[in-house]
């Protein structure tokens, strides 16, 4: 259904599905701030003529293992992925390959992309910027995205050890979802536009949301958008245009991958071998008094993700509610399969 209602917004069926695909297993892995919860948006901004979707990947720059593409204003999930499978073969040749994207849109879940490398034993550095919403550390001016960077890395245990974090002390998406339940933030993570703590989703959107770890997170922020909008040749900071306030003009963000084939560096089943004992060498460690078990990053979500391939994902109901208005305006059969949870 999703990938229908997109393909009725003017996109191909097969870049429809990369991003039905993107969408839904950001819900599956629990991560439905960056899931099918966004459909709406996209088809607005396209429907707008501010996401192309006919979008060619363009490459600007070729030289060696590095490559700068133009994602000439498509989809990010769709360009991402595109880049993606352009990096694979030359990351398998030489060892090491690198891509800077402008011209890009929010482009979901990084993890998303770090999983894909993972499971063909590669591991993906991968960093975006956003659109403003955290301020530099003593400042209450948004500047930065919430920036974030991820990379997973294959194991032998069925999952890999996926980090995936935005330099913000929380994603602004948890915010948003906030203001949508009509709920309050905890304190300490966003400021008002006159720099006072707020509790307030919606004075905190129009704020700004607080770097994680204060100055350290403010210096990883910097970095990221460094990499994904000044080396790229993106929007930077302010000049990144917000997917659900300008509807007046495209977001050009700037994203960028750097892919290791780790067989160019070590027998494949012997990292793997490392990062089991790894693992356990850590979950092994002393535990805190009434801690169970020392969780590994991704763990978790791997376990969300078993259980909502068995029992469903659950979608809220102001999700529902836009998708059965766009498959009403796109003329897609509302085919969601909604069922009332199992009781203990």
Request: with cysteine.
């Amino acid at each position: 259904m999703v990938a229908a209602i997109t393909a009725a917004s003017g996109v191909s069926l097969p870049d429809s599905e990369i991003l039905a695909d993107a969408l839904v297993d950001a819900d599956i892995h629990g991560i439905s701030t960056h899931g099918v919860s966004r459909l709406n948006v996209y088809v607005r901004r396209i429907q707008k003529g501010l996401v192309n979707p006919k979008a060619e990947l363009i490459i600007e720059r070729r030289r060696g293992s590095t490559l700068a593409i133009d994602a000439d204003n498509g989809l990010g999930q769709v360009q991402a992925i595109k880049a993606l499978q352009m990096l694979m073969p030359v990351a398998v040749e030489q060892g090491v390959a690198a891509a800077t994207i402008r011209h890009s849109q929010h482009f979901g879940a990084l993890s998303y992309y770090c999983n894909k490398a993972a499971a063909a034993d590669m591991i993906l550095f991968a960093t975006t910027n956003c659109e403003p919403a955290m301020s530099p550390e003593g400042a209450c001016q948004a500047y930065f995205g919430t920036n974030p960077l991820a990379a997973s890395f294959p194991t032998g245990k069925g999952w890999p050890v996926k980090i995936d974090l935005a330099t913000s002390i929380t994603a602004r998406g948890n915010i948003i979802a906030a203001q949508k339940r009509g709920h309050a933030i905890p304190p300490g993570l966003a400021l008002t536009v006159d720099g006072e703590p707020t509790t307030d989703p919606s004075a905190a959107l129009a704020g700004t949301v607080l770097t994680m770890a204060g100055h350290k997170g403010y210096a990883l922020a910097l970095m990221v958008e460094c990499f994904a909008g000044v080396l790229s040749g993106a929007a930077i900071g302010p000049a990144v245009g917000s997917m659900y306030k300008s509807f007046d003009r495209r977001q050009d963000v700037g994203h960028f991958f750097c892919l290791l084939d780790i067989a160019a560096f070590m027998d494949v089943n012997d990292f793997k071998r490392r990062m089991d004992q790894t693992i356990e060498q850590i979950k092994s460690c002393r535990k805190r008094p009434g801690v169970e078990d020392v969780h590994i990053p991704g763990e978790r979500s791997a376990q969300k993700a078993r259980r909502n391939r068995e029992l469903g994902i659950h979608i809220d109901q102001t999700t529902i509610d836009e998708l059965k208005k766009l498959c009403e305006q796109s003329g897609v059969e509302f085919d969601l399969e909604c069922r009332q949870p199992a009781t203990a």
